[in-house]
């Protein structure tokens, strides 16, 4: 918990959204609400910026390790494992090009993944490397057991996202991590769906590299991101993404005489090869200060409490839970099917007319609870749901 700072409830914390004084938000697994503290960390950083001009660029870049700091915190990482970009998309591309690919090598990922997760790897195909797509179990789920099937002797890395984003099955990280560590694959992990909802340590799960996007359960903005290498394989990856900002002597700004001496700093932070998004940054600074202050066990117990009377409350209204709510396996994206007759597109329509804001897809309605929701906003959504149906 950071210095000085007292804890916060759930409740307390809920307060500092000022979005919630005049909405309903079941959407953060498209985008976050953005929480007042980070708010006003963008507004202060760019007055500084307004005011000061370099001078505050150089006082603000001072601060960009103290948000490292807390990344590493809630990764389970070392400051030197972590790295800023700027979406999960580009975290996943540099995994793709800093791995040093054998021709004929394979990359293992699942039906059902977020695009992104498969293009970046399919853009190593110059390099010899083969995708292969193979499917999750009935459910959409990608098990240890399913993952122990399909590895190959020429898998190379697994690709996989912890959390779903269509249906919100989690993925038993530490269950695969140790499958994929016993075959010798690589484990890559697209987080940007759990990441800041449920608790990680990457170090336990043998995770090899990680990607998430700050603007969704991290409440950052868009345009950041976090980073992450595991400290062993810094070693083995190919130099091919630089700039000053990757090497060691990166206050040294100028050269004199050729050659460029090539040092890479020996730290997840040598794929910074410029300069940073800090007002992006600092603004999730403020948000994973916030988490702290509420703890990240007491974030995912108000997750697992919000979804589950979401998951109840649609069932007694006559629908269905599509989101596998088991053990280990739930998140805070649910999939509710609405009763039947009813359309859940133009049943998310009329709810966001009525302040209620919340997703659709594939007939369901689709909807991501973070841990500023509470019981009334659930209820709020499935009295909604009742008028629908006439109930």
Not at 97 to 115: I, M, Q
Not at 120 to 144: N, Y
């Amino acid at each position: 918990m950071p210095e000085g700072a007292p804890p916060l409830t759930p409740a307390e914390a809920r307060k500092l959204f000022p979005g919630l004084e005049r909405m309903t938000y079941f959407a953060t697994n498209g985008q976050a609400l953005l929480p007042a503290p980070a708010r006003d960390r963008i507004a202060a950083a760019a007055a500084q910026l307004a005011e000061r001009g370099y001078a505050a660029r150089m006082r603000l870049d001072g601060q960009v390790d103290d948000v490292r700091d807390r990344v590493a915190r809630l990764l389970g990482a070392h400051p030197d494992e972590v790295a800023f970009v700027r979406n999960t998309g580009e975290g996943l591309c540099l995994a793709a090009d800093l791995v040093d690919w054998k021709p004929g090598d394979e990359v293992l990922c699942f039906a059902g993944e977020y695009r992104s997760v498969v293009h970046a790897f399919q853009g190593a195909a110059h390099r010899g490397v083969r995708v292969r797509i193979a499917a999750p179990d009935e459910r959409g789920r990608v098990t240890p057991e399913r993952v122990a099937k399909e590895l190959r002797d020429r898998t190379r890395a697994l690709v996989l996202s912890w959390v779903r984003y269509d249906n919100g099955a989690r993925a038993d990280l530490e269950a695969i991590g140790d499958v994929c560590e016993r075959s010798g694959a690589l484990f890559v992990v697209d987080a940007i769906q759990g990441l800041g909802a449920l608790p990680i340590d990457v170090r336990r799960a043998r995770v090899g590299f990680l990607a998430a996007g700050a603007h969704k359960w991290l409440l950052g903005t868009s345009g950041t991101g976090v980073f992450y290498v595991r400290r062993e394989l810094l070693s083995e990856l190919v130099p091919t993404h630089l700039g000053v900002g990757s090497m060691r002597d990166a206050d040294e700004h100028h050269q004199i005489g050729d050659p460029y001496p090539v040092h890479p700093v020996a730290a997840a932070r040598r794929v910074e090869e410029g300069s940073r998004n800090q007002l992006g940054i600092l603004a999730l600074g403020e948000s994973l200060e916030l988490h702290e202050r509420v703890g990240a066990q007491a974030v995912a117990d108000q997750v697992k409490r919000v979804t589950d009377l979401l998951c109840r409350g649609i069932e007694a209204a006559g629908g269905r839970v599509r989101s596998p709510r088991g053990e280990g396996e739930w998140s805070g994206i649910v999939l509710l099917e609405p009763p039947p007759g009813v359309d859940a597109e133009s049943l998310s329509q009329r709810l966001i007319r009525e302040r209620i804001i919340i997703g659709a897809r594939e007939g369901a309605l689709w909807g991501g609870a973070h841990y500023f929701n509470d019981s009334a906003d659930a209820e709020r959504l499935l009295e909604a749901v009742r008028r629908a149906t006439g109930a």
